[in-house]
């Protein structure tokens, strides 16, 4: 069986009505939950880190954007977190890391979850997406000498200032229901 993404969509529009911005953000990253991660996607059906985070601000704002996490990071997630503000968690490289096919370097931002709820997260990383709390993170190794974790909330003014420049990258499914 197929998603229908048009029929998601409408009954979106439906759930939606009443929501503010950031309940709608939340709501976005808790359907990803068990979904695939999928390398540089951003759709209903799978995405990765920050085309999770991409989407979900799609959902809730109507507009659409895609940046990676470091875009994410740099351009639009700039600000403290608030109740009314859709928070993320960076990932930021203290040394040098080398990963089959990827490198990063000093202070690199290389990874990007959202806060669903108070000090929970919706993480999307291989194989798939999962729920974790900011315990979860702490306790598993990922703050390590390699990484530090970085809390922030979205810029408003600055998401929409580049909002529509920046949908070049969009997948195709996307930018099917989209058209």
């Not at 059906?45 to 959902?59: K, P, Q, R, T």
């Not at 089959?100 to 990383?125: Q, R, S, W």
């Amino acid at each position: 069986m197929k998603l229908n993404l048009k029929k998601f969509f409408e009954i979106e529009a439906i759930q939606f009505e009443g929501m503010s911005t950031n309940e709608k953000f939340r709501q976005a990253l808790i359907w990803y939950w068990n979904n695939p991660y999928l390398w540089g996607e951003e759709n209903a059906e799978g995405a990765d880190c920050s085309g999770a985070i991409c989407f979900a601000l799609m959902v809730a704002t109507e507009k659409p954007i895609r940046l990676t996490a470091s875009g994410l990071y740099y351009e639009i997630f700039v600000d403290q977190i608030s109740p009314d503000n859709p928070g993320v968690l960076f990932w930021t490289t203290r040394k040098r890391l080398v990963y089959p096919g990827k490198t990063y370097e000093i202070g690199d931002i290389c990874h990007v979850a959202g806060f669903v709820g108070d000090h929970v997260l919706l993480n999307m990383t291989p194989p798939k997406a999962k729920f974790e709390t900011l315990w979860d993170v702490c306790r598993d190794g990922v703050i390590t000498d390699d990484y530090e974790l970085d809390m922030r909330g979205i810029n408003w003014p600055a998401f929409h200032k580049i909002s529509d420049s920046h949908t070049w990258s969009l997948d195709e499914k996307l930018l099917e229901i989209l058209k």
